[in-house]
């Protein structure tokens, strides 16, 4: 099956889905269509996007005009809608407001793309990040609960070594999930900060 085929069949006439800030909505004659999920209640008011490099200029800042570094933030823009009749091309628009994170999902959830472990993540690591692997597990911790907790949407479906075991993901009624199954470079850059302010530390004269 396609990723279009699958959006598909996630998404049947008439039926409602979450996607991290999104709702996703299929008419009665079979239109796909998004919006962000604060705006549910009034579609009918609602701007239209009709082209991917729109939907992807939206995504790019905030309501208040900031960047989005992170497209995964819980800081999409509100006030507008976008349709289409092809499930092919209405993947593309959420690709161009989240992207690659349905595939992902589906490669997950149908044990094609496993996660990768913290641990390993760091240690493939060159150059000035290598030093990031030297990082404790309480300040792995820290980064999950100052980074990703408050600052993305995606579920963490790695496991910190991979001598842990985690249990897999599922898929809530009515949603798709929004997962991570490889820490991103913020994550990277945060945990080489962290191994830098630990060095320094240790470091310090008169340590
Ligand atoms: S590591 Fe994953 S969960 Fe954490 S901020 Fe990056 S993308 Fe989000």
Redesign the pocket.
Known sequence: MTLAEELESYLPAGATLRFGQLQLSRTPEGSFVACHADDRTMLPKLEEIDSISGLRDLAKCDGSGEFRP?K?APTLKSGWKTQSSSAKDFLRRLDAIYPGVFATWVAYDRNEHGPTSLRRTLDRQTGMYRFAGTITDQMANRI?RE??SP??L?K?AWPLNDQCIVSKIKREPMSIPVI?TE??T??ISRARELAKEAYDRENAPGN
């Open positions: 992170l995964t999950m980074l990703c600052g993305c995606r963490i991570c820490a991103c913020f994550a």
